[in-house]
């Protein structure tokens, strides 16, 4: 038996057979288009996702210290505020104090202790 690479396959026996390659056939390029552009789309999406994450690897998370509602808080930043530890999730202008829509709390406070004496 010779083994040929541009000999191309035996066409099936029975019309219905021959009608099922057809369809098949005609819908690869349609199939291979279809996986490409899905491909493409996470691709893109990992590289988006890649850019963000080296941002972050950058710049890491910032303590800024006890909020002072005079200073404008950039997206990372991590200030404290009666007691409890809250990251700025955007950038927070000045006079957004935490808890608002610009932080999520890290950390709440913990209840005042009395003196173990």
């Not at 191309?8 to 099922?20: K, T």
């Not at 390029?29 to 950058?58: G, H, M, N, S, T």
């Amino acid at each position: 038996m010779s083994t040929n690479d541009d000999t191309p396959p035996p066409m099936p026996a029975s019309p219905q057979a021959r009608i099922a390659l057809a369809v098949m056939e005609g819908a690869i390029p349609e199939i291979r288009a279809f996986v490409a552009r899905e491909c493409q789309q996470l691709l893109d999406r990992i590289k988006e996702l890649e850019l963000r994450l080296a941002e972050y690897e950058r710049h890491g998370v910032k303590y800024f210290g006890v909020y002072t509602k005079a200073q404008e808080y950039p997206k990372g930043a991590m200030v404290t505020r009666d007691g409890s530890l809250f990251v700025a999730i955007r950038n927070a202008p000045a006079g957004d104090a935490p808890p608002s829509d610009s932080y999520v709390l890290a950390v709440r406070h913990g209840k005042d202790g009395r003196d173990l004496r």
